[in-house]
């Protein structure tokens, strides 16, 4: 068995070495809700930078409300802390446009909210006994609750991104990429393997139950795709051909004005520039492409001749050795993510450039499978047969459906807690704020 940080299996565990990992992890995620919202002054703090998100002094409570609902009252059993704004911060009974109408929490009691709850979570971890139910098994609601944090700090992350004034965020560069001998695709030989699990103690609902698939044989891009390459997708008026769009990909297009992806500009030379976090700087050409909704991807994919990969080609890309015969819990084997692996966590606030991170290929020599962008698939959001709601059916199950495409794969805002091989993201195909991109795939001739 491997130490907590080194991919342990959270089952094993003594007592005392399990609430050590997630008090560590607690800390962790607290920290950078801590420097995402301390980093901006209070009218910041309260305002709401675009309509698809909501102001950051609310997800901070929100994250807060959530810790409290169901580590100190429910794992707890302890009473509430403020009971009376559970409704408030419901994101199911306020939508995010909504959200800066109702009376807020002042970041001051927000703070000091967050604070008290926490005191009284610790308290809980100390006392409450594991391992006696469901939802303390391996300690998965405290485990649940990291995630959702983490989860919210990436959206207050893209939050920051949409933010037009105030102190930029910071972070350094990351390093050149090595792509010797690396191929453009990689080939994806037919088969079964184990997709899902049944047995990574934080999974959430819809990454369960492990179960076999079977696959065709595929290529895969070896990277994602690059600025560089679709900026020759613009340049051939690949925005003005209908030919690449899908039907409701075309009528978005339309509709919402696309000529490129989100905060890119050209200058007078002809030149493209972003804005990142509050500075405006070149378009890298070696870094993958960030910002682009589902339709922009398929059609790219469409122009270049390819297509998406399906959620199940993803994942069997990323995670199948086929010298062990085994599905690995990330790319490069079952050991957790390094800075050597994967571009996660905010430590930068960029991709880095495609082919970084030999030492994170998969089996097949797949890299940046994890980390740097949300990778779009062409995959709607469904069950997995066998599928359980727990602990709550608004995690997963409300989501089910055609409205949501599913994504993969974290990306340089998000936290290893919540991102593993078999991590599932969904959101609407329209979307442009997050941080994704893509790869693409295509059908290997039959044999």
């Known amino acids: 068995m491997t130490s907590p940080t080194g991919g342990a299996d959270l089952r094993q565990l003594s007592d005392a070495a399990l609430r050590e990992h997630i008090a560590g992890e607690l800390t962790r995620a607290r920290l950078r809700s801590t420097a995402l919202t301390d980093a901006v002054d209070e009218p910041e703090l309260i305002a709401q930078h675009s309509p698809l998100m909501s102001p950051l002094v609310w997800d901070y409570a929100h994250i807060a409300n959530q810790e409290e609902i169901w580590l100190v009252r429910d794992v707890g059993g302890q009473e509430a802390v403020r009971a009376d704004i559970d409704q408030m911060y419901d994101a199911f009974k306020n939508s995010r446009a909504e959200r800066p109408s109702l009376p807020l929490l002042s970041p001051a009691q927000t703070r000091s909210y967050v604070s008290q709850v926490r005191e009284k979570v610790l308290d809980v971890l100390d006392r409450a006994p594991l391992n006696v139910s469901r939802l303390t098994d391996s300690g998965f609601a405290f485990g649940m609750v990291v995630q959702h944090e983490q989860q919210h700090d990436e959206t207050m992350l893209a939050t920051h991104q949409l933010r037009r004034c105030g ?12 792509t010797t001998a690396l191929a453009g695709q990689a080939l994806i030989p037919a088969g079964e393997f184990t997709m899902g699990t049944s047995t990574e103690a934080w999974a959430l609902d ?5 179960h076999t698939v079977h696959v065709d044989a595929f290529y895969l891009d070896t990277t994602p795709v690059t600025n560089g390459d679709y900026q020759r997708f613009i340049d051939s008026g690949g925005y003005d051909q209908r030919r690449w769009w899908t039907a409701p990909g075309w009528a978005h297009r339309q509709r919402a004005g696309l000529t490129a992806p989100l905060f890119w500009s050209r200058d007078d030379s002809g030149s493209w520039w972003r804005h990142c976090f509050g500075n405006l700087i070149p378009v890298q050409d070696d ?53 050597e692996r994967a571009n996660l966590g905010q430590r930068h606030l960029r991709p880095a450039p495609a082919g970084s991170y030999p030492a994170g290929a998969s089996a097949y020599g797949v890299r940046q499978l994890i980390g740097d962008v949300w990778e779009w698939t062409s995959s ?11 602990p709550y059916a608004e995690y997963s199950k409300v989501f089910f459906g055609e409205d949501y495409h599913v994504l993969r794969g974290g990306s340089f805002g998000t936290d290893q807690a919540a991102c593993r091989a078999t991590f599932r993201n969904w959101d609407y195909p329209i979307r442009r704020q997050i941080f994704a991109g893509f790869r693409t795939a295509r059908d290997a001739e039959p044999s």
Not at 292 to 299: G, M, S
Not at 312 to 337: F, H, L, M, T
Not at 380 to 390: H, L
């Open 206 to 210: 819809n990454e369960r139950p492990a």
């Open 167 to 178: 102190p930029p965020l910071q972070a350094p560069l990351p390093g050149p990429a090595d």
């Open 380 to 390: 709607t959001f469904a069950a997995y047969a066998g599928f359980e709601v727990f």
């Open 287 to 339: 870094e993958p492409v960030v910002h682009v909704c589902l339709y922009e991807a398929q059609a790219y994919a469409a122009w270049a001749g390819r297509r998406l990969p399906t959620e199940i080609e993803w994942e069997k890309a990323a995670r199948w050795d086929p010298v062990s015969q085994r599905s690995r819990r990330y790319p490069w084997g079952d050991e957790n993510p390094t800075p």
